[in-house]
């Protein structure tokens, strides 16, 4: 589907960006897209139909893709650091026994 605009009517924003019309309502109502950058009213009154700006979305797409995959990746290494920190090193006993104490004695 071509476009001459990136601002396009709900159906097609839903076509173009792979999402259900019902997502992009819920970004927009929960505010994680902001007015006049990724959508607006057409007529600029609150009853008229919605633009959605694809590009724009497909913009804010990308940079919480970013994120996710960072903050994934943190928190993997941050686990991984504690799973190595937690393996117990057999190059110190944690005890002795009699015949080794004196021999560490000596």
């Given at each position: 589907m071509e476009y001459s605009t990136?601002?396009?009517f709900t159906a097609d924003a839903?076509?173009?960006?792979?999402?259900?019309?019902?997502?992009l309502r819920s970004l927009k109502n929960h505010l994680k897209l902001e007015p006049g950058?990724?959508?607006?009213?057409?007529?600029?009154?609150?009853?008229?139909?919605?633009l959605w700006n694809v590009?724009?979305?497909?913009?804010?797409q990308i940079e919480k893709t970013v994120l996710?995959?960072?903050?994934?990746?943190?928190?993997?290494q941050e686990q991984a650091?504690?799973?190595a920190s937690a393996i117990e090193?057999?190059?110190?006993?944690d005890f002795l026994t009699s015949t080794e104490a004196e021999e560490v004695g000596r």
């Amino acid at each position: 589907m071509e476009y001459s605009t990136h601002w396009v009517f709900t159906a097609d924003a839903s076509k173009a960006l792979r999402m259900p019309s019902s997502t992009l309502r819920s970004l927009k109502n929960h505010l994680k897209l902001e007015p006049g950058v990724h959508w607006l009213y057409s007529t600029g009154k609150k009853n008229s139909p919605i633009l959605w700006n694809v590009l724009a979305i497909r913009e804010w797409q990308i940079e919480k893709t970013v994120l996710e995959i960072r903050s994934t990746d943190a928190k993997r290494q941050e686990q991984a650091r504690e799973n190595a920190s937690a393996i117990e090193s057999f190059d110190e006993p944690d005890f002795l026994t009699s015949t080794e104490a004196e021999e560490v004695g000596r």
